[in-house]
C-alpha cells in the first residue's frame, strides 16, 4: 500500500467521526495526536516516548478503559521531557466522545500495510494528508497551505544551499522548509556527502519557522520531526516583539497570511521602519530586512496585489523593498489557486544588496494569469504551467527571450508611478473584458435608483389623473 492510498484510508476514517460531531481541522490533530505514535513505532524511534504511553499500550485496550487511558497518554505526553513531544501534546486534548469511535480509528490505523510508506518516507505520507485537509475546502485549512507544485517551483528557483539559514516567518504547517530540506538532500545525498558537522547543521540549525495559530504549529513540528528536521520552530506572533529573533537569514520562503492585524491593531515590533496594519506590508518589511546585507542573500514571498499598488506607506515600502534589494522578478499567479477564489496573488523574488539604494535597476514580470484556465481540482495547477517562466527565469540574457508574458521595466518607469508594482498583465482583450466588468454592488445601487426614479416619477402621474377625475367630477 503506497502513501496516496494510506492517506486515502485515512481520510475516509473522518467518516466515522461525522456523529461525534467532529470538524475537519479537529480530525486531523486527532489523527497527529495517534500517527505520531504509530510513526515512531514503525521507524523504531519510541525510545522518545515516556514508557507505557506508547502505540501498543493504546492497542491492546478497548471500549471505556481505551478512552480513559488515551486522556491520560495525551496529559503525560503534553509533560514530556522530550521538548518536541510536550510541544506537540501541549494541552492535547480528545475531541472523541464515543470510545468505539476512537477504538476504531486506533485499529484501522493499526490494520495498514506501512512497508511501502516507510519506503516513501513516513514525513511524505503526513504532508500528504496536511494536503488532503487544505484542498477539503469544509476544513478551512486552505488558508496555511500554499500549493505544493507553487512551494517546489519557487524553492528551485530559489535554489538554497548546503551551510545556508532558511526560514519561513508565517511557517503554516511548515511546508517551504520542507521542501528547502528537501531540494538540499537532493543535492547532497541525504546530506551522506556532507561533512558530520555540516550534516548535524542541515538537522539543528539550517530551517526555522514560526507560527501564529497554535494548532497549526503543532501539525508543524509533527511534519519537521517526522522530516528529520530540529531547527527552530517557535509558536507565536512574528509581527510582534516575539518575532525579532528571525534574522540575518540566507534564504526566506513564505506566504504570509492575507488580510489585516486584528481590530486594525499595528504590528508591535519596534525594528519597522514603516508603521501600517496591512499585514503583509508589515511581513514584507521584515523579510527584507531579516536578509543578511551580504548581496547574496535572497527571498521569494507570496503576496496579494494590494501590496503591490497600495498608496501612502504602501509605496514607502515598495521604495525601501527597492532600495534595499535587487527586486529581480515578479511572477503574477493565477486566480483560484488558493482557498479564497477571487484573490489575485504574485510572487516576489528580490536579493538583499551590500547598500541599502538603489539595488534595483530593473524588474521583469512574467504575467502567468491572463488567459489562464479555472484552476480547482478539474484542471490542478501543475509543473508545466510554469515551465516557460522558469526558463525565462533561469535565461542569461533576458532580453533575448520571446514571451508576450515576460516584460522589463526600468526602475524610473516604476518610480514615474509612485513605484506601483502592478504591472505586466498583458493588455489584450480578454483582459480589458475583465477588467472593465461593472462592480456588481455599484450595479445594483445604480440599478434600484433608476427604479425609484420611475416609482416617483409613476407616482407623479397617478396623481395628475386623480386631480384630472376630481376635476370632471366638479
Given amino acids: 500500500m503506497n502513501n496516496q492510498e494510506i492517506v486515502s484510508k485515512l481520510w475516509n476514517l473522518s467518516n466515522v467521526l461525522r456523529d461525534d460531531g467532529i470538524t475537519y481541522q479537529q480530525y486531523v490533530t486527532e489523527l497527529t495526536y495517534l500517527l505520531f505514535l504509530k510513526m515512531m513505532k514503525e521507524q523504531d524511534t519510541e525510545s522518545i516516548i515516556t514508557e507505557g504511553y506508547r502505540w501498543d499500550n493504546l492497542v491492546e485496550k478497548e471500549g ?37 469511535n476512537l477504538e476504531k480509528i486506533i485499529k484501522s490505523i493499526d490494520g495498514l500495510e506501512w512497508y511501502n510508506a516507510k519506503e516513501e518516507g513516513l514525513g511524505n505520507l503526513y504532508e500528504g494528508l496536511l494536503e488532503k485537509n487544505a484542498n477539503e475546502k469544509k476544513s478551512g485549512a486552505g488558508q496555511y497551505f500554499t500549493p ?48 558530520p558537522a555540516q550534516a548535524e547543521f542541515q538537522k539543528k540549525e539550517a530551517f526555522s519557522g514560526m507560527e501564529l495559530v497554535k494548532e497549526t504549529h503543532k501539525l508543524a513540528l509533527m511534519n519537521a520531526l517526522l522530516h528529520d528536521i530540529e531547527g ?63 548581496g547574496k542573500a535572497r527571498a521569494a514571498v507570496v503576496l496579494p496585489d494590494n501590496v503591490l499598488f497600495e498608496s501612502g506607506v504602501g509605496a514607502d515600502i515598495r521604495r525601501d523593498l527597492m532600495n534595499k534589494c535587487n527586486l529581480h522578478t515578479i511572477l503574477r499567479l493565477p486566480t483560484g489557486i488558493f482557498y479564497a477564489q477571487g484573490v489575485k496573488t504574485n510572487v516576489l523574488f528580490f536579493t538583499r544588496g551590500t547598500s541599502d539604494k538603489d539595488n534595483t535597476k530593473d524588474v521583469w514580470v512574467y504575467d502567468l494569469r491572463t488567459n489562464m ?37 526600468s526602475r524610473e518607469e516604476i518610480a514615474k508611478k509612485d513605484d506601483s508594482l502592478d504591472i505586466g498583465l498583458i493588455a489584450d482583450d480578454s483582459l480589458s473584458a475583465y477588467d472593465n466588468l461593472p462592480d456588481p454592488i455599484e450595479s ?19 396623481d395628475e389623473l386623480r386631480a384630472i377625475e376630481v376635476d370632471k367630477d366638479a
Fill in 64 to 100: 471505556i478503559e481505551l478512552k480513559k487511558f488515551y486522556q491520560k497518554l495525551l496529559l503525560k505526553l503534553g509533560e514530556s521531557e522530550n521538548e518536541r513531544i510536550r510541544q506537540i501534546y501541549d494541552g492535547a486534548s480528545t475531541s472523541i466522545d464515543e470510545p468505539k
Fill in 148 to 195: 505544493r507544485v507553487l512551494i517546489d517551483v519557487i524553492v528551485d528557483l530559489v535554489n538554497p544551499q548546503p551551510g545556508e539559514r532558511c526560514a519561513d516567518p508565517a511557517a503554516g504547517t511548515f511546508g517551504f522548509m520542507i521542501a528547502a530540506d528537501r531540494h538540499v538532500k537532493d543535492q547532497t545525498d541525504d546530506y551522506f556527502d556532507l561533512e
Fill in 444 to 462: 445594483a445601487q445604480e440599478a434600484i435608483a433608476k427604479l425609484q426614479q420611475a416609482m416617483g416619477f409613476l407616482t407623479e402621474v397617478v
Fill in 232 to 294: 527552530p520552530l517557535v509558536q507565536g506572533d512574528t509581527l510582534s516583539a516575539n518575532g525579532k529573533w528571525m534574522k540575518n537569514y540566507d534564504v526566506i520562503l513564505t506566504n504570509p497570511p492575507f488580510g489585516t492585524k486584528k481590530g486594525g491593531e499595528r504590528a508591535t515590533r519596534d525594528d519597522l521602519t514603516y508603521e501600517t496594519s496591512n499585514k503583509q506590508l508589515n511581513f514584507l518589511q521584515l523579510i527584507y530586512n531579516g536578509l543578511k546585507a551580504d
Fill in 373 to 409: 484556465p479555472n484552476f480547482g481540482k478539474r484542471t490542478p495547477l501543475t509543473e508545466k504551467h510554469f515551465e516557460d517562466f522558469i526558463v525565462a527565469y533561469h535565461a542569461e540574457d533576458r532580453d533575448v527571450i520571446t514571451d508576450d508574458r515576460w516584460n522589463r521595466f
